[in-house]
């Protein structure tokens, strides 16, 4: 929220005190927030944890269990810990659905820290033995692996610093690897790793660069970690816009309290979890999630069938103009565009599901992605298209290419997220790529500017995102070229025609 100024103290602020007199409409906390301990650090505190961690979590707590409390830390931004610190944790989810608007206070999270500030505080709190789970939710740019290999990246500045002062550590693996390094010294046993993002295997990623951190420390605590962490994988789910002004207005209004950050969601939730927890975990399962043995077919369904489905929307709208999800399926093109998305290039490459059938899921997505109470901002899902195009879709596009079909959306999509790092339009609209990758990539669009040729093959060669089976592979590369060329000349519409007439 960009603001999250101090409220003036005439103000009256979402807080323990006030829990009890919030008008009856508003669901609050159905337990004792004093009785609750915490049993999860969770890091990453932005509106999507909060609105489905914290929701699952605030029902098991309702449930009786009363020591899964969550301590939030959040890396960088302080604006999330001075919005909720003077709430006492507490905030408002908003869930929205064709005009019906459902209020609830979420008291699952007891604390909030910022590890930019509050580090020794922090680390504390994780080397706990109460603290058995580590949730993350930091996005995909957040595990400094390199989205082609899956691996480490040694050479992200963040990583490399970590490695020299690794008891200060600014990174995700840096700190989970201290704060194991501080238990194992303690004598406390390890905590699990759960990550909750959108990252195919996230468990197995996880494992992968806090492992590899730990090992180019010290040898010793690479194995022990390696050997003694559990690092379930999960899939998570439910759409989580960016609060806006208007949103926190409507939570002011129903609360009839100040809010200074509360997250909007649709109805629709789900988390599959990989059932790993050697210390225990909280009866998620008891609340609506799935455990599972296996969450590789949900994650595969959920990652291309909605994600790249939403990436795919998102660099299309921007071109167009076009700003939200529901108004791109309100475009006469664009859902049947991501239609063949489906059908062509995405189902055929999701394993079976149990208890899911595929293709009713995408009707159902379509449905979600047309939810007029979601205000999802295209230009939101644009960013970390480095991160994102990989997992997606190009895992997909490979697997069709390598049983002999070529893929018939992807190379629109890649042409679309080329077209969009120029950050213009032909009608002198301008945007701005946000990606960790952004200086290097817009600089490849700056130099290449009108020449769709120079500028996909300019692409193609960064390797960090492409892995050799697309940029080596010639059908794909002049598809996406002839699909780039038509971006830039004719723009959004007529290319679709086109596509969907071919
Ligand atoms: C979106 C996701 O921003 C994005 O990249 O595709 O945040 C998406 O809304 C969630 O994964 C839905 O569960």
């Not at 989205?147 to 550590?169: C, I, K, Q, S, W």
């Not at 590789?296 to 069938?305: A, Q, S, V, W």
């Not at 995102?465 to 723009?491: D, M």
Request: hydrophobic share 45%.
């Amino acid at each position: 929220m960009p603001d999250t100024k101090p409220t003036s103290a005439a103000e009256k602020r979402l807080g323990n005190a006030r829990l009890a007199k919030l008008p009856a409409s508003v669901g609050r906390p159905a337990y004792d927030r004093t009785k609750v301990t915490p049993g999860i650090v969770h890091l990453g505190l932005g509106a999507f944890a909060r609105a489905h961690l914290g929701v699952y979590t605030d029902d098991v707590l309702a449930a009786g269990a009363s020591d899964w409390g969550i301590v939030g830390v959040n890396f960088r931004s302080p604006d999330v810990i001075d919005a909720l610190k003077p709430q006492d944790g507490l905030y408002t989810l908003l869930c929205r659905e064709n005009g019906d608007d459902r209020l609830r206070v979420i008291g699952a999270f007891l604390d909030v820290l910022n590890a930019g500030t509050e580090l020794a505080a922090v680390l504390k709190v994780m080397t706990k033995p109460e603290i058995r789970i580590v949730t993350i939710t930091v996005t995909e740019k957040g595990y400094c692996h390199d989205p082609a290999t899956g691996r480490l990246n040694e050479a992200h500045p963040m990583v490399t610093a970590d490695l020299v002062d690794p008891m200060h550590p600014r990174s995700l693996p840096g700190l989970i690897v201290e704060a194991l390094r501080l238990r194992r010294a303690a004598g406390v046993p390890p905590f699990t790793v759960l990550s909750c993002d959108n990252l195919p295997q996230n468990g197995r990623i996880t494992k992968a660069v806090v492992t590899r951190f730990a090992a180019l420390r010290d040898a010793d605590l690479g194995h022990y970690i390696a050997d003694s962490v559990a690092f379930p994988s999960s899939m998570v789910d439910r759409i989580t816009p960016a609060t806006k002004e208007p949103d926190r207005a409507t939570v002011i209004a129903g609360l009839r309290l100040t809010d200074a950050w509360p997250v909007v969601a649709e109805p629709f939730h789900q988390w599959v979890i990989e059932d790993r927890f050697p210390s225990g975990r909280p009866a998620w399962d008891k609340v609506g999630a799935i455990l599972t043995n296996d969450v590789h077919p949900f994650e595969t369904m959920k990652l291309r069938c909605l994600n790249g489905a939403h990436s795919t929307l998102a660099y299309l709208s921007v071109l167009a103009g076009i700003e939200t999800v529901a108004d791109a399926m309100a475009d006469p093109q664009l859902p049947k565009i991501i239609r063949h998305l489906w059908d062509d290039d995405l189902i055929p490459t999701v394993p079976p599901v149990p208890g899911t059938d595929v293709a009713a899921y995408t009707h159902d997505l379509a449905a979600r992605f047309r939810n007029p109470g979601i205000r999802h901002l295209t230009l939101q899902i644009s960013s970390d298209g480095s991160q994102k195009l990989g997992p997606r879709l190009l895992a997909p596009a490979i697997e069709r290419i390598a049983i002999g079909r070529a893929p018939r959306v992807v190379p629109l999509t890649v042409a679309a997220w080329m077209a969009f790092l120029r950050q213009r339009d032909g009608s002198g609209r301008t945007w701005t790529v946000a990606d960790p990758m952004a200086a290097r990539l817009t600089a490849i669009a700056a130099e290449h500017g009108d020449d769709p040729v120079a500028l996909a093959d300019a692409l193609f060669a960064v390797s960090e995102i492409f892995p050799a089976a697309i940029s080596g592979n010639a059908p794909f590369r002049k598809v996406t070229t002839q699909h780039l060329r038509s971006l830039l000349v004719r723009g959004v519409p007529a290319t679709l025609t086109a596509f969907l007439f071919h």
